[in-house]
């Protein structure tokens, strides 16, 4: 069984529609179920919270795969809740979410999953980071500023950034969930 939480979200629901497509039934792990309904009859929909511990184990009871990946200011206890939890219910391995830059953490964001990627590494589970830049559904906010002053801004510095898009990055979550060795190819 795989557990995928945010499946209200960009990834999250790219995730569980991708696993979907590909014949799972994935149990989806939201705070309000109501806005899941287009998963109903696809994938089992728990409600439950990061924040609220009492409410993970039901949600991972016979989980032995996990997409793990959370928002918020409490960002390292959401994780930290999600893979203590995950650890008691006998799961495998968690494919997470992170940040580009989080081996070498140089901004707060990248930070902040640096300490939660710390905690999933020590804690037993076999797991797999994802670690994109910007994702390309990002780049709408970015009109206002290339319209305005014909560049958009990035905490890059002189680098570059490449961006990818959210379905790119779940592509890949799905693959790492649902086969023991992946190969990705590059398209052009």
Avoid: C
């Avoid at 945010?6 to 590909?22: D, F, N, P, S, Y």
């Avoid at 640096?114 to 020590?122: F, G, K, S």
């Avoid at 797991?127 to 002053?149: C, D, E, H, V, Y």
């Amino acid at each position: 069984m795989i557990l995928v939480l945010g499946a209200t979200g960009t990834t999250g629901g790219e995730v569980a529609r991708q696993l979907i497509a590909a014949g799972e039934r994935p149990r989806l792990l939201v705070r309000s179920p109501a806005k899941a309904h287009a998963f109903e009859g696809k994938a089992e929909i728990v409600a439950g919270d990061l924040d609220d511990e009492r409410s993970l184990p039901a949600a991972m009871r016979g989980v032995d795969r996990l997409y793990l990946m959370s928002t918020g200011t409490n960002f390292l206890e959401l994780e930290t809740n999600a893979v203590t939890a995950a650890k008691k219910a006998g799961v495998r391995h968690v494919v997470k979410l992170s940040v580009f830059g989080a081996d070498d953490p140089r901004v707060m964001f990248s930070h902040w999953h640096h300490a939660a990627e710390q905690v999933l590494t020590t804690s037993g589970l076999a797991w797999t980071m994802l670690r994109p830049g910007n994702f390309m559904s990002n780049s709408l906010a970015w009109a206002p500023t290339i319209k305005t002053q014909g560049v958009f801004q990035q905490p890059s510095g002189t680098g570059r950034w490449a961006a990818i898009d959210p379905a790119d990055i779940s592509a890949v979550a799905v693959k790492a969930l649902t086969s023991p060795a992946y190969e990705l190819e590059h398209l052009d």
